[in-house]
C-alpha cells in the first residue's frame, strides 16, 4: 500500500491529499458547533438528556437538577474532547501532507469542500447513532422532536453533497499541484 507522502511524489491529484485531513476537521468541526450551539447556546439538549426514553437502557440524568445537568455536563464534556481530537488529528494529517504552498491549500475550495462532507458526515452519524438508534438525545424535544431530528439527517446530506461538489471544482493545491509563481 502507498503511503500519501509516495502518491504526493506520484503525482496524483491535491483534492486525494486533503481528503482525509479535510474530513477529520470538518467532523471535529461540525462536532464543536453541535455542542456550542445546540447543548450551550440554545441549550435544546445535552449528551444524555434523552435516555429518559433511550433504546438501550441507559440511566436517566434529568437535565432540570442540579445532579442531573452536572452529569450532562460531564457527557457534554467527554463530547467535546473527542471534537478536539479530531480537530487536532485533521491539522497534524493536514501538517504532514502540505509541505508548500500552505496558505494557498487554506484558502482552497478542496479543502474547504472536504471539511463540508465531514461536517455533514458528523450529523449524519451523530444524528443516525444517538437520535435514531440509541435515543439518548434528540436535537429538541417536543411534538416536533421528530422534524428537529429529520432536519438534521438532511442538513448533514445537504452539508456532505453540497461538500463533494464544491471540493470537485476547486483548483489543484497541495504537494503534488503546480507551485504559485508569486505571494497574494
Known amino acids: 500500500m502507498a503511503t500519501t507522502a509516495e502518491e504526493a511524489r506520484a503525482g496524483l491529484p491535491a483534492s486525494r491529499v486533503i481528503r482525509l485531513p479535510g474530513i477529520v476537521l470538518g467532523v471535529g468541526l461540525g462536532g464543536f458547533l453541535d455542542g456550542i450551539l445546540l447543548h450551550q447556546l440554545l441549550q435544546w439538549h445535552h449528551m444524555l438528556s434523552g435516555t429518559n426514553h433511550d433504546r438501550i437502557g441507559v440511566r436517566y440524568y434529568n437535565p432540570h437538577t442540579v445532579s442531573g445537568l452536572r452529569m450532562n455536563t460531564v457527557w457534554d464534556g467527554i463530547f467535546h474532547a473527542v471534537c478536539w481530537i479530531s480537530v487536532l488529528l485533521g491539522l497534524a494529517i493536514l501538517y504532514a501532507r502540505v509541505t508548500h504552498d500552505r496558505r494557498r491549500v487554506w484558502g482552497s475550495r478542496v479543502l474547504w469542500g472536504w471539511m463540508l462532507v465531514g461536517w455533514g458526515l458528523f450529523n449524519l452519524v451523530e444524528g443516525m447513532l444517538d437520535h435514531q438508534i440509541l435515543g439518548i438525545h434528540h436535537v429538541h424535544g417536543g411534538p416536533e422532536q421528530p ?32 507551485r504559485a509563481t508569486g505571494r497574494v
Open 147 to 178: 422534524w428537529w431530528d429529520a432536519g438534521f439527517l438532511v442538513l448533514g446530506a445537504l452539508l456532505v453533497a453540497g461538500g463533494y461538489l464544491l471540493q470537485r471544482g476547486g483548483a489543484p493545491s497541495g504537494p503534488a499541484a503546480p
